[in-house]
């Protein structure tokens, strides 16, 4: 057994917009100019606030989501912080998970497995004496009493002074161990730009390393830095059993072209360190910028990420596009998700009605629907056994069969015109199913997004295919 000895401590709030990701970001650059080797986790199948921890921190950032690695997975992940300062971003509202029934997929289900303590951050703003109505009802559900602290966010130093006794007395009430750690005043120089899949990139920030060394002296002023760390100290250690990803018997020696830019940039770490743990050597392009795919490419990645605002360089690039029309067509092994899938049909029209070439491996276009398409959770419940065999003729293919029982999630504004018909996918918990994902010559390609680890066989046949294509012993 091994235990999680990290010194950790959860960020969570009543609700989404509550500025947690401004005061994680604060909370982490403030941990690393103290010289305390911080490290984070993101709460859920977020991709947008791991890469601000990653590009513009500088900090090591995972996901922690129980629907897709269960409750042992979670913890073996978390194991990476051994000895380390662990802030752990929640998602959504600290109760909010995949029903309303109970709290499956929360943040504070991740905080209770790993026994991590909570700090609240409440927006303050626009309300008076109510956001101690606010807190007081939070703490009623915490059936662990994991909260023990409280940040008050966009609320003025003034108005601070004097709700802060009140507001000690009224918890004091109710648990003697719950802290009231400051406020963060609003400040309009630290905001980040959302949109309609969440926040902006980090890239697409004016001075963003800026606004967040703003914050973070924001924070070391306002909030009790050292009552937050005696909190982050006091984490209750907890047992584990670490489950790592299995090597292959033998080394891959093959080369994963993943593709890594401005337009395609949504990946799990733990994704890609599967390949890596098996022997595969992750080399990364630019369908925006290169030429071509790497040389000696025996797999490739198109992950998700926002194709759909780099549509006209993409469309240009046509010694790309046909590289990796090429490389598919010469059976190549590849794996598309969301952006990644858009990207391989014949073309992608934008809201404003205008359409541009893109790979061409799908015949098939994608459209702005104004909406979001499947949101959410889903899983590969199985095959279409629908399909003939001349509809479906890689039906009985190991790669295709493997992917039964794959986790993952959508979250898209565009749809498809060949959404693909191989597979059934199922929500959790609710009475929905749909046909998906297209596969063709060695590829997997669809809009939802994959997380590798809930069903790392598939993984494993995808790299010994690419082995096998790669001898010439596959036709």
């Not at 609700?15 to 080797?37: E, I």
């Not at 918990?429 to 066989?457: A, M, R």
């Amino acid at each position: 057994m091994n235990s999680i000895i990290s010194k950790r401590i959860m960020l969570a709030a009543p609700s989404s917009q509550s500025g947690k990701t401004v005061v994680t970001c604060a909370l982490l650059q403030a941990l690393k100019g103290r010289g305390l080797n911080p490290i984070s986790f993101k709460v859920g199948p977020d991709y947008i606030d791991p890469m601000f921890h990653k590009k513009i921190l500088g900090i090591d950032s995972k996901n922690l989501d129980t629907y897709f690695s269960g409750e042992d997975g979670v913890k073996t992940i978390l194991s990476d912080s051994i000895d380390r300062y662990a802030v752990i971003e929640g998602v959504m509202g600290l109760y909010d998970g995949t029903g309303v029934e109970g709290t499956a997929g929360s943040s504070y289900e991740v905080a209770a497995i790993t026994k991590t303590p909570i700090v609240l951050v409440v927006d303050a703003s626009g309300v008076g004496r109510t956001v101690i109505s606010t807190i007081k009802g939070m703490l009623l559900d915490d059936e662990f009493q994991l909260i023990k602290g409280v940040i008050l966010n966009k609320m003025t130093e003034g108005f601070y002074t004097k709700l802060k006794p009140v507001l000690e007395l009224e918890l004091s009430k109710m648990r003697g161990d719950v802290k009231v750690l400051g406020c963060f005043p609003k400040n309009p120089d630290i905001g980040i730009e959302s949109r309609h899949l969440g926040l902006k990139l980090p890239n697409e920030i004016d001075d963003i390393k800026k606004k967040i060394d703003v914050a973070a002296a924001a924070f070391e002023k306002y909030i009790d830095m050292q009552e937050l760390l005696s909190i982050m100290d006091g984490a209750e250690n907890v047992d584990i059993d670490c489950k790592h990803a299995e090597d292959l018997d033998e080394k891959s020696e093959l080369t994963l072209a993943v593709a890594y830019d401005d337009a395609f940039c949504f990946y799990y770490k733990e994704n890609l360190e599967l390949f890596e743990k098996s022997g595969v050597k992750i080399k990364y392009f630019s369908p925006l910028s290169d030429e071509k795919l790497p040389d000696e490419c025996d797999g490739i990645l198109l992950g998700g990420g926002y194709p759909e605002n780099y549509l006209a360089e993409l469309s240009q690039n046509k010694s790309m596009l046909s590289s990796i029309r090429t490389a598919i067509d010469d059976g190549i092994p590849s794996l598309a998700e969301c952006g990644g899938f858009m990207y391989l049909h014949n073309e992608i029209t934008d809201p404003n009605g205008d359409s541009y070439k893109m790979v061409g491996s799908i015949d098939g276009h994608c459209f702005y629907t104004g909406h979001l398409v499947r949101f959410g959770y889903m899983y590969i419940e199985g095959l279409n056994t629908s399909l003939s065999k001349e509809e479906n003729t890689e039906s009985q293919d190991e790669l295709v069969e493997s992917l039964v029982g794959m986790k993952g999630h959508e979250f898209h504004y565009y749809d498809s015109s060949s959404n693909g018909e191989n597979f059934v996918a199922s929500k959790p918990n609710v009475d929905k199913k749909w046909n998906c994902v297209v596969s063709k010559n060695n590829g997997i390609w669809g809009f939802p997004h994959f997380y590798y680890n809930s069903n790392p066989e598939f993984i494993y046949v995808f790299i010994r295919r690419m082995k096998e294509v790669k001898n010439g012993e596959f036709k």
